[in-house]
């Protein structure tokens, strides 16, 4: 049974930073893509950043230059680096592992999700 565990979110003043982690059991990790995700009260569930099995990245326009995805297949994690935190980054991020090694952008190609964490920047 897959399982993904999400660990670090929090509140933090804007322009502060948080590392979001996520670990992952019972499938071969590193063969599949891997991404994270946001959603805000009232919005869409929305692609943050994803990263597929040979480490290429795709972020949203709003976080590049701000957040980064990383993967270390030996310790099956992946985690989020978030920078210069806004307050329209206040949402409950959550971890999902594709069903394929390629990069995939939208919610319906992963099939695997974490419970979520939540995440608030204060203003």
């Known amino acids: 049974q897959v399982q993904l565990v999400e660990s670090g979110g929090g509140l933090v003043q804007a322009g502060g930073s948080l590392r979001l982690s996520c670990a992952a059991s019972?499938?071969?990790?590193?063969?599949?893509?891997m991404g994270w995700f946001r959603q805000a009260p009232e919005k869409e569930r929305e692609l943050v950043a994803a990263?597929?099995?040979?480490?290429?990245?795709n972020y949203a326009d709003s976080v590049k230059g701000r957040f980064t995805i990383s993967r270390d297949n030996a310790k099956n994690t992946v985690s989020l680096q978030l920078n210069s935190l806004k307050p329209a980054d206040t949402a409950v991020y959550y971890c999902?592992?594709?069903?394929?090694?390629?990069?995939?952008?939208?919610?319906?190609?992963?099939?695997?999700w974490g419970q979520g964490t939540q995440v608030t920047v204060s203003s």
């Open positions: 990263i597929s099995s040979s480490g290429s990245t």
């Open positions: 019972g499938r071969t990790f590193s063969r599949y893509a």
């Open positions: 999902a592992l594709a069903d394929a090694s390629w990069l995939l952008t939208t919610p319906r190609g992963y099939r695997y």
